[in-house]
């Protein structure tokens, strides 16, 4: 083996290691363990520079009460401090003219002169301006900058700007409603300039409409506004229709702006969740944001003379809760409006500590009021012609009126308990199952259980057939609408025949009465079937029983033959499915072969089930098919009848003769 002593590796040569350098003495400004933040906030003193000298609701102390709330709960211990700053040109003319640029910077130079003349100017447009005004919006605005630009660029999650004054008032060419920059907007607008997050959410749930916002990005798609605000047909502030529910952007921004508005004052924490439930989430998650921007102003809060609604702490956590839930937990509350000092601080705390990681704290029982419910419907309806999730069938009211009021159901199944009564002396049969009462009680009629022939008719409603007096309005003429009942008919027959009869409307009542686990309708089908096979049928002197299914009741009549199967295969002598396109006819588990001679299916000629791909031996397990050129289920079974009736017969003979031999 060759020797390599005279070769060096790299690890053989001789290198001079430096000896370590010494350590960087640490600063006292920095701590020892440094901490990985996740919550920001943004706050100086400095923007109570801005203040009346005659006392205004929109006072210094507003941010400072917040400020002190929020150091004594120890919340400031978890939370980074963002620097502030003011906002530059160049970002608020992203929203805002030129012009409106030069009305704010030339506050600062007023004299105290020029600030008494103009008093009156400015009072009109809801505003006080003094040589302090200029700094503390131009921190405001670039507070909430640099609060939602941590978020965007994922150097904290989530962030509170405790600024003032507000912004959500001010207009691109205006200043307005105690506002002169519109610190949300331009936040958003800052953000889609310098980082990757394009589509923002902003929700207001200031009392007041956030006119300035909408306007900004009201033919904006990237942007959605949702404002939910006291409106009261336009006579709230800031006023006029641009707040209404119909005010929902223009050209490729429609859709975009969302506004739930009050009637009323008085709003409390169970319409503002009930909005949250039923329009702000579902309409949220559709849209998917990549940032949500709070406009929180606290003075829908409870205890504010200006809003006058009773939205508590809670309330507002549990929305902040809810929004959580977007954007992968990217959140900035900017502070707006709220003039109770207390409110507005224990409102501000409780935000806080979600935006930390708590829990909000729990709300009690609650039903949303009924100008609130309404105005959710109306709503609903008005933005489920831009978003799919909004479904205003959910959250239609009944405005209240529930020991008065009746659906169009009650009322067709006491009409028909009436006809069945007046005109054939059938009576309803009790239940004794409490579920079943409650869901079916008025609905199971038969005449005396005295003949040895008995007719089953197991089915739901008849159509309701309405005629409209426009197709504008969908006003319904009630002269030209009826029901239509082929029950009439049959019955009419089996009358005629001297057979029983026993109809059961499968179409169950509205659940009244709380349950921990209500039973599912196909479920109560088979139920009460079975229940009445069981105390009523079998125990009757019927020996010939022949069933009928019409639409859902063709289900619970064949699960009966599987759980019933010795006692109707004894008694049943004839079984007739009427079906739509939607079902093939139903199978027996565990006799489909036996029952194949005696079962009838009538179907639509067009039914899926009659296809090219349908084996002839598929096809004989499901009986006796009669396919008949009709889609609508009353004409179908209308049109079946003299061939029902034949079958029936034939069936009966057969019985009869097959009992005498």
């Not at 009942?485 to 009358?495: C, G, P, Q, R």
């Not at 639409?551 to 009549?557: E, F, N, T």
Request: hydrophobic share 40%; proline share 8%; net charge negative.
């Amino acid at each position: 083996m060759a020797s390599n002593s005279g070769s060096r590796t790299p690890l053989d040569m001789d290198v001079d290691i430096p000896p370590p350098e010494p350590p960087i003495p640490r600063p006292s400004s920095v701590p020892l363990r440094p901490t990985d933040y996740t919550v920001g906030y943004v706050y100086s003193v400095e923007m109570t520079s801005h203040f009346s000298p005659h006392g205004h609701p929109e006072q210094p102390e507003r941010i400072t009460r917040i400020w002190q709330a929020i150091v004594a709960a120890r919340c400031t211990n978890k939370m980074k401090w963002l620097p502030i700053r003011p906002v530059r040109r160049e970002e608020a003319l992203l929203v805002h003219s030129e012009d409106h640029w030069d009305k704010v910077q030339a506050m600062q130079y007023i004299t105290e002169q020029e600030r008494a003349d103009s008093e009156a100017y400015y009072e009109q447009l809801s505003l006080y301006v003094m040589q302090g005004t200029t700094r503390s919006a131009m921190l405001s605005c670039g507070g909430v900058i640099e609060a939602c630009l941590a978020v965007a660029r994922n150097e904290l999650k989530k962030t509170f700007a405790i600024v003032r004054p507000p912004g959500h008032h001010a207009e691109p060419d205006e200043h307005m409603g105690f506002c002169f920059f519109n610190n949300v907007a331009v936040a958003a607008r800052v953000v889609q300039q310098m980082t990757p997050v394009k589509k923002i959410l902003i929700l207001d749930w200031d009392v007041h409409h956030g006119n300035g916002t909408q306007r900004a990005f009201n033919d904006d798609p990237s942007v959605l506004y949702i404002s939910i605000h006291r409106y009261e047909q336009g006579i709230f502030y800031p006023c006029g229709p641009f707040g209404s529910m119909q005010s929902c952007g223009e050209g490729s921004g429609l859709g975009y702006s969302v506004n739930v508005p009050w009637p009323e004052a008085g709003m409390g924490d169970a319409d503002y969740i009930h909005a949250f439930q039923k329009v702000v989430m579902p309409i949220a998650m559709e849209f998917a944001p990549e940032l949500v921007i709070i406009s929180a102003g606290f003075d829908a809060a409870a205890g504010d003379d200006l809003g006058e609604c009773f939205v508590s702490p809670a309330g507002y956590a549990h929305m902040t809760h809810m929004l959580l839930g977007l954007a992968g937990g990217r959140l900035v509350v900017a502070l707006e409006g709220g003039y109770n000092l207390d409110s507005i601080s224990n409102s501000a705390l409780a935000v806080t500590r979600v935006i930390l990681g708590e829990a909000p704290d729990e709300l009690p029982p609650m039903t949303a009021s009924e100008a609130g419910a309404e105005t959710i419907w109306l709503v609903a309806k008005e933005q489920s012609k831009y978003w799919k999730n909004v479904i205003p069938k959910s959250c239609e009211p009944r405005e209240g009126m529930e020991p008065i009021s009746f659906s169009i159901p009650e009322i067709l199944k006491a009409h028909r308990q009436y006809y069945l009564y007046t005109n054939h002396d059938m009576m309803q049969i009790p239940l004794l199952n409490a579920e079943l009462e409650e869901r079916f009680s008025s609905q199971v009629i038969p005449d005396i259980f005295e003949n040895e022939t008995l007719v089953v008719f197991v089915h739901e409603f008849g159509n309701l057939r309405f005629e409209l007096e426009s197709s504008a309005s969908c006003n319904v003429q009630l002269e030209r609408s009826y029901l239509l009942d082929f029950s009439k008919e049959l019955i009419a027959w089996v009358t005629s025949e001297k057979y029983s009869l026993l109809d059961a409307n499968l179409f169950p009542k509205p659940i009244t009465t709380a349950r921990p686990r209500p039973t599912p309708p196909e479920e109560l089908g088979k139920d009460i079937v079975t229940y009445l096979w069981d105390n009523y049928i079998q125990l009757s002197s019927a020996r010939r029983i022949i069933f009928i299914g019409h639409g859902p009741g063709c289900q619970p009549l064949i699960d009966l033959l599987d759980r019933r199967s010795a006692g109707t295969m004894k008694l049943v002598k004839a079984i007739i499915q009427v079906i739509g396109h939607s079902k093939a006819p139903v199978i027996p588990k565990y006799s489909d072969t036996l029952l194949a001679w005696y079962t009838k299916a009538i179907l639509p000629s067009t039914h899926p089930i009659l296809g090219p791909e349908m084996r002839p031996k598929d096809l004989r397990r499901h009986g006796n098919l009669v396919p008949i050129a009709e889609h609508q289920p009353v004409k179908l079974i209308m049109q079946a009848l003299p061939g029902i009736q034949e079958f029936v017969k034939e069936q009966l003979e057969r019985s009869l003769n097959m009992r005498s031999t």
